[in-house]
């Protein structure tokens, strides 16, 4: 499945009553939304929960003035400080928020970074795969250390 593009969420700022009408319309609506779009892989129900909580906790002001930005965003040019550092980009590769093309971009675009994709895993990476990411942080810090007592 593609990510949502630019185009679709910064239209999503254009018709804030039709995102707030679906917000009104239940915890079912936003569970199923939540689970469709921040997950790749079936995840227990607390984790969409979790999520669903939150994005519901969001106001609608903060999301309409962030979703334009979807649209032109890009700070590729603000990569290159980056190369200095242990560097880690992570993503799902069903996440169809941020897609894994962008990560891949990203890790090409910043000489010396370490890509970790992970397998089936959507934008909430970080909780499906929890335990990839803490031994991919893991590695980091070990890298970041080594760079800082040599």
């Given at each position: 499945m593609s990510a949502i593009t630019p185009r679709v969420v910064a239209g999503l700022a254009r018709a804030p009553e039709l995102v707030e009408s679906v917000r009104r319309?239940?915890?079912?609506?936003?569970?199923?939304?939540?689970?469709?779009w921040a997950f790749g892989d079936d995840v227990p129900a607390g984790y969409v929960e979790f999520v669903d909580e939150m994005l519901a906790g969001t106001p609608m002001d903060v999301l309409a003035e962030f979703f334009p930005g979807f649209d032109t965003l890009?700070?590729?040019h603000a990569l290159p400080p980056f190369e200095r550092v242990p560097t880690l980009?992570?993503?799902?590769?069903?996440?169809?928020?941020?897609?894994?093309?962008?990560?891949r971009k990203l890790a090409d675009l910043i000489a010396g970074s370490t890509l970790v994709e992970a397998r089936g895993a959507g934008h909430m990476?970080?909780?499906e795969r929890h335990e990839q990411v803490n031994d991919a942080l893991g590695r980091l810090v070990a890298r970041a250390t080594e760079r800082t007592v040599a």
């Open positions: 319309a239940g915890s079912n609506v936003g569970f199923l939304v939540t689970d469709r890009d700070k590729f980009v992570l993503c799902g590769t069903e996440d169809r928020l941020t897609g894994i093309a962008h990560s990476v970080i909780l």
